[in-house]
């Protein structure tokens, strides 16, 4: 595997479900990301893991959850979902993280359907 | 106002023209700028990287940068149909919170 990988590609889930996306990357960054996309609306940023510390919460509800046991793995776990909550969720990595020129590299990104 | 504005298309054109795409943006303090590029199914993938005013050029890509007008510009010559794709620009500050921006993207079409 090379480059940023994420699974499941589509999740459908109820909302008294609870499920974990998991992201991988494969290119030695130390810096990870969640990302939000729905349609017609821009990238939402939702978390920023830098050497497995979070260094960013962009006021996400707490029925999402982070964690990121080493820099090459992050975790999105997700219990209590509201229907406005299907998107695309997009991982990124980025070799520095919290620097403006850290290019970011994304991953393909996993449908989350909720019913 | 969004802090960043992009036109979401859909924009068609047939192969072979020249195609513009831009963002306006309002905070003054973005220095650097970029736009990314996502087919369909696909995560979005750094296209051009550009500092601060001025042009880029990569092969058929040309970024553009006017900071006293707050607009971004990305020129695509001889477009292709494997050239359709949602085009993100995106842009971060030099200081303060130096997190990416989104625009909401501009899906293009190239009809061969």
């Known amino acids: 595997e090379t480059g940023v990988t994420q699974t499941p590609r589509h999740l459908v889930m109820g909302m008294t479900n609870k499920k974990s996306l998991k992201c991988e990357q494969h290119?030695?960054?130390?810096?990870m990301y969640w990302y939000k996309q729905s349609a017609k609306k821009p990238l939402e940023l939702m978390f920023v893991?830098?050497?497995?510390?979070?260094?960013e919460n962009n006021s996400v509800p707490s029925r999402f959850s982070p964690e990121c046991p080493n820099s090459s793995h992050l975790f999105l776990h997700l219990h209590t979902l509201q229907p406005e909550d299907s998107a695309l969720y997009l991982c990124a990595s980025s070799p520095r993280g919290g620097t403006s020129t850290d290019t970011q590299y994304f991953g393909p990104g996993t449908r989350l359907t909720v019913l | 106002q969004k802090e960043v504005e992009q036109d979401p298309g859909p924009l068609s054109v047939p192969e072979g023209a020249i195609v513009s795409l831009n963002c306006t943006y309002s905070?003054?303090?973005?220095?650097?700028f970029m736009w990314y590029r996502q087919y369909s199914r696909k995560g979005p993938e750094l296209l051009m990287y550009t500092y601060s005013s001025g042009n880029k050029e990569d092969g058929r890509f040309t970024a553009q940068v006017d900071k006293s007008s707050k607009y971004i510009s990305l020129f695509i010559r001889d477009s292709q149909p494997s050239d359709s794709a949602t085009y993100l620009c995106?842009?971060?500050?030099?200081?303060?919170?130096?997190?990416?921006?989104f625009g909401s993207g501009t899906r293009l079409q190239v009809q061969p």
């Open positions: 893991y830098n050497f497995k510390e979070q260094t």
């Open positions: 290119l030695g960054h130390n810096a």
């Open positions: 995106a842009m971060s500050a030099n200081t303060g919170r130096r997190a990416l921006t």
């Open positions: 905070n003054s303090a973005f220095q650097y």
